[in-house]
């Protein structure tokens, strides 16, 4: 029960972590860094990949309520590949194996995985959900998206490696 309260509670911050929209690119204003994906991470790596995508699943159920429309479906969508490819691979990676190495590996993984990911979907986003005239989207791809992607995924790594050990001890853990 005390995973599930904490599961739920990290989403909830992870839902307001969201609302924090830093640009990185001015050219690309929709292509905001949030730090949203960092309490699914703690927790996935505390308690198991599972619980990590269900606070991804919860927070994006919340946003997705809080900004109907103008964030769209596909917007839903991928945030949820986005955090389920981040979190999945690097808490599943840890969680097997909890040492600083596997943490690191996973970390690195979910770099290369988002990256991958996240370069079709912005794709797709940006062709039918922007439609916007005379863009070379394969352009946008390799100089906004890719290095986007990458910035963001050793961002939150950083982050996590510094924080998880001296957080992930407070949060309780139970055996069921």
Excluded: H
């Amino acid at each position: 029960m005390k995973r599930k309260v904490s599961a739920a509670i990290f989403a909830v911050i992870s839902f307001f972590m969201m609302l924090i929209e830093i640009p990185i690119f001015q050219v690309y204003p929709w292509l905001k860094y949030d730090p949203s994906d960092i309490p699914a991470l703690i927790t996935g790596f505390k308690f198991g990949p599972m619980y990590g995508l269900a606070v991804i699943l919860i927070r994006n159920i919340l946003f997705y309520l809080y900004r109907g429309d103008s964030y769209g479906i596909l917007g839903f969508i991928a945030s949820l590949l986005a955090g389920g490819s981040f979190v999945f691979i690097s808490t599943y990676i840890y969680y097997r194996k909890k040492n600083r190495k596997s943490a690191i590996k996973g970390l690195i993984l979910y770099t290369l995985v988002m990256t991958v990911i996240m370069a079709p979907t912005n794709y797709i986003m940006v062709k039918y959900y922007f439609k916007l005239e005379n863009f070379n989207l394969f352009r946008y791809i390799l100089i906004a998206v890719t290095p986007f992607n990458i910035i963001k995924g050793l961002f939150n790594s950083f982050i996590v490696l510094f924080i998880y050990k001296k957080i992930g001890s407070f949060i309780e853990q139970d055996e069921g």
